[in-house]
């Protein structure tokens, strides 16, 4: 895994050396004052091109260093004594110093974290504004132009770079929030899934098996009670698998993975499979050819609006006989309902759980976030849950 990393650092252990190099062997023909402008750009040209860490050096220590070094050898250089030889002799270095700095100075604004990068871009750019001095000022002739000329460039040279630092740390935080929503859905897809299907499949596995504890044993019936718990245990392990598989996709991705979609298709065979647990029967009113022509979205929230209501009448509506299921395309857009014919139920059929009940506040949510809404209460004879999504938002 590190393999790529320390390739690309060795590759730059030649640049350093060249750099180096080019830099430090032309300051021996050159006097001795002409080190206060070379190795600031030594330091400087070596931070810029460094991988960090460097062992114990950090982005922040490294520019630090530098911009220290570089305001130290601007005093340094200017209290030498004065002539303009020592001028012609450190000038070539200067074009490298600003240079480095300025490729340092977006590292630094993008890299390190927000105080430190206030702290350090701001001296990072002052010491690669006021570089020009080192040099007018030792000049006798036109120092105030020169000066003003010098600063001037430079500063605009440094809201270039420090502007192009901020604009890749402001990508920077939005795709990391980007990553962070598609990590959160993710979690929330999960969620529901989990709840939507597999403890659908869990809650008639349950039933089925309290139901067959008050019966006497027949083979028959007990046949047949196995195979429905089979069939519900496959559906289950389906889908788990495929909620796992939104787990196993890449945590770099900044779109939420999507699972498998269900839609009004569908249905049919979730009632067949409902009324088949022996549960009470079903009855399916879906308009003609609406089935597969609707958003994605909404074919999804509808199916999943249908099985949370199966499942809360498979809990809590045991003297059910009929439970009628209602999808059709209205003015509003397209409304799904689900109701059933039993009476209160005086005492809960299964025993209560210390954890759930959040299936119909979840569905509501998303009902909303597609624009629509959901409203669930008491109906004709028994219960009714009502979604409506309008289709032309939800297309969008």
């Known amino acids: 895994m590190r393999t790529a990393p320390t390739r690309a650092t060795n590759r730059r252990y030649p640049a350093f050396a060249l750099v180096t190099c080019l830099l430090v062997l032309p300051a021996l023909a050159a006097p001795a004052e002409a080190l206060f402008a070379v190795v600031p750009a030594v330091l400087a040209a070596l931070a810029a091109l460094a991988r960090y860490p460097v062992g114990p050096l950090t982005l922040v220590r490294a520019a630090a260093i530098v911009a220290g070094a570089s305001l130290l050898g601007d005093l340094g250089f200017l209290l030498t004594r004065e002539g303009l030889a020592e001028v012609k002799w450190a000038l070539p270095w200067l074009p490298f110093e600003l240079l480095a700095l300025l490729v340092l100075l977006p ?17 990072t750019g002052f010491a690669a504004v006021v570089l020009p ?47 962070e929503r598609a990590r959160r859905e993710q979690r929330l897809q999960v969620a529901r899934d989990l709840h939507d299907f597999v403890a659908h499949e869990v809650t008639g596995i349950l039933l089925e098996t309290q139901a067959a504890r008050l019966v006497e044993y027949d083979e ?29 996709e890449p945590e770099t991705r900044t779109e939420p993975p999507s699972t498998r979609v269900r839609g009004l298709a569908d249905l049919p065979v979730l009632l067949r499979r409902f009324e088949g647990a022996g549960h009470p029967r079903t009855a399916l009113d879906l308009e003609r050819g609406l089935a597969g022509t609707l958003p994605p979205e909404a074919e999804d929230a509808a199916y999943r609006l249908v099985v949370e209501a199966l499942t809360n009448i498979r809990r809590h509506a045991p003297g059910a006989g009929l439970v009628t299921v209602t999808a059709s395309r209205t003015e509003a857009g397209l409304r799904i309902a689900v109701s059933d014919d039993a009476a209160p139920p005086t005492a809960p059929a ?17 009902f909303e976030s597609l624009r629509g809404s959901l409203v669930a209460g008491p109906g004709a004879a028994g219960w009714t849950v009502v979604g409506v999504l309008p289709l032309e938002e939800t297309a969008r």
């Open 107 to 123: 590292r630094v604004v993008r890299g390190v974290p927000p105080r430190q990068a206030a702290v350090l871009g701001t001296l």
């Open 133 to 179: 001095l080192r040099f007018s000022l030792r000049n006798s002739h036109g120092v105030l132009e020169q000066s003003v000329l010098g600063v001037m460039s430079a500063a605009f040279l440094v809201l270039v770079a420090g502007g192009f630092g901020l604009r890749q740390r402001v990508q920077d935080d939005r795709r990391a929030e980007a990553i």
């Open 220 to 248: 028959t019936r007990t046949k047949e009670l196995l195979a429905r718990l089979e069939a519900a245990g496959q559906r289950a392990l389906s889908s788990m698998d495929d909620t796992l598989r939104v787990l196993r």
């Open 350 to 366: 299964t025993p209560p759980r210390t954890a759930g009940g959040t299936g119909l506040p979840a569905l509501t949510e998303r």
